[in-house]
């Protein structure tokens, strides 16, 4: 079985977990690539999501062997087998602890970003990773989990050596892996897309899947009666109506094709973005998640869709047919007029960035704003100039070949357009603090251009 990336790894996960759903489950992910998965099973089984951190604690002249791990909330789990052998002194294992310790707060502050974290107790708790080699910090995650107060311990990754199973048999209730190939050396083989999780992609997915759990937790709340009488009932509707939050996958027919989308409007939102994905990438994708989650946080509403069928994306020519794209593009943007009656704007990357220009230089578009991440420009000439809409142009500082393309085009647009460089970020801004740059700026641009004042 090979996985897409980890959000396609996390949905196919997520199908072999829906027996757990009704045992109201926290997912808790594995920093750092445990999380993009954590975060599609989480969604799948409308269940909260956090992030399990754990530090292995290693033997000093032989950090490879554990003799124990730490968690948060002063968990210790050692085995004192490997301690006795070892003929570890105490404050060997004093000084060990204590630096991993610093770190372990360093990386639970760093991800939750202030939040508190998710009580455990009497609960079934769904560890993930995005894969098992050793299976050393899997299984000292799971004993933490159970020293957490987790009643039901459940290890689900998408794939594992064969024999992961019998090593980490005492460490779990359940255990569920999708594929245990025969000839398995490294998890990275069983990916098409197995690129670095950034410290920040981890964030932005932690701090959307708890909006959404706040979100949910504050419908539930509220679904009783706050007053009596026909007035009461009538203001409440009324109420409710304006304040009404939207988050569901949709179906778009656009162009005779039928597209898949994620649909979020928050409260009270006053403009919505579309995103339009480039060339490997979709509506799952990490980067743009992260992004979209900045401007649902600023009050903006997003759409993120796949502009190609999964049979299309088997064929790399169908992600350079702009033409194409953007021809969906616009229809969606119908679609999504239709529903809306709100300013609209487009945020695309790479090739989705030519699709997202080609269709706001249509006769009769109204595309408030545009914003492009390390996109490819060139590829909407020469409808440049017909481009209306204030545009965003951002790329890497070591992007160089894609810092030339966006100079050309900056200099070929009529409109307002501005190029932001962030310095020593590559193509798909893996660098760390990159990413939350291209969503700042991204935020910062569609509240100036696209919201209208009241």
């Known amino acids: 079985m090979l996985f897409t990336d980890r959000a396609d790894a996390g949905h196919r996960l997520a199908e072999a977990l829906q027996h757990l759903e009704g045992e109201d489950p926290v997912v808790l992910g594995l920093p750092r690539g445990g999380v993009p998965v954590a975060f599609q099973v989480a969604r ?27 968690g948060e909330g002063g968990v210790r789990v050692i085995s004192d087998d490997i301690v006795r052998r070892g003929r570890l002194e105490q404050a060997d294992l004093a000084s ?17 970003a202030g939040r508190p974290r998710l009580s455990l107790e009497g609960r079934t708790a769904i560890v993930v990773d995005d894969g098992i080699a050793t299976g050393a910090t899997a ?10 107060g987790a009643a039901r311990v459940v290890l689900a990754v998408p794939v594992a050596p064969p024999d992961a199973a019998e090593r980490l048999r005492t460490a779990t209730d359940e255990y569920v892996c999708l594929s245990t190939p025969f000839a398995f050396s490294a998890v990275g083989e069983w ?24 979100k949910a937790g504050s419908e539930a709340e509220g679904s009783g009666p706050a007053g009596s009488g026909p007035g009461a009932e009538a203001a409440a509707d009324k109420d409710v109506a304006e304040a009404v939050a939207i988050d569901e996958e949709v179906t778009i027919d656009a162009a005779g094709i039928r597209l898949t989308g994620d649909l979020s409007l928050p409260a009270g939102a006053r403009a919505v973005v579309m ?10 994708s990490p980067r743009n998640r992260l992004v979209a989650a900045a401007l649902n946080e600023a009050g903006l509403g997003t759409l993120l869709f796949d502009l190609l069928t999964p049979a ?18 616009t229809d969606a943007t119908a679609w999504l007029r239709d529903r809306t ?20 230089a249509a006769p009769g578009a109204q595309v408030g704003a545009v914003v492009s991440r390390g996109g490819r420009p060139d590829l909407a000439e020469p409808l440049l100039h017909a481009v209306r809409a204030p545009t965003l142009l951002i790329v890497g500082g070591n992007d160089t070949l894609v810092i030339d393309l966006n100079q050309q085009a900056e200099a070929a647009m009529r409109c307002a357009t501005r190029l932001d460089i962030i310095p020593g970020a590559t193509h798909l801004f893996e660098e760390h603090g990159a990413l939350q740059q291209v969503a700042d700026l991204a935020r910062d641009w569609f509240l100036s251009h696209l919201v209208k004042e009241a």
């Open 96 to 112: 060990v602890e204590h630096a991993e310790a610093a770190e372990l707060a360093r990386q639970a502050e760093r991800f939750r």
């Open 191 to 214: 990916y098409r897309d197995f690129s670095q999780t950034p410290d920040d992609e981890v964030v932005a997915l932690l701090a959307e899947a708890a909006a959404r759990s706040g």
């Open 341 to 360: 009656a709100v300013p609209v704007g487009y945020f695309g990357a790479s090739t989705g960035a030519a699709a997202a220009l080609r269709a706001a």
């Open 275 to 284: 995103f339009a994905h480039g060339s490997g990438s979709s509506r799952h």
């Open 44 to 70: 799948a089984l409308k269940a909260p999501l956090d992030v399990i951190v754990v530090r292995k604690l290693g033997v000093p002249y032989q950090r490879e062997l554990g003799f124990g791990a730490i």
């Open 139 to 148: 299984a000292a995650a799971c004993q933490v989990v159970r020293a957490q």
């Open 312 to 329: 299309e994306e088997a064929h790399r020519s169908n992600v350079f047919d702009i033409a194409t794209l953007a021809e969906r593009l």
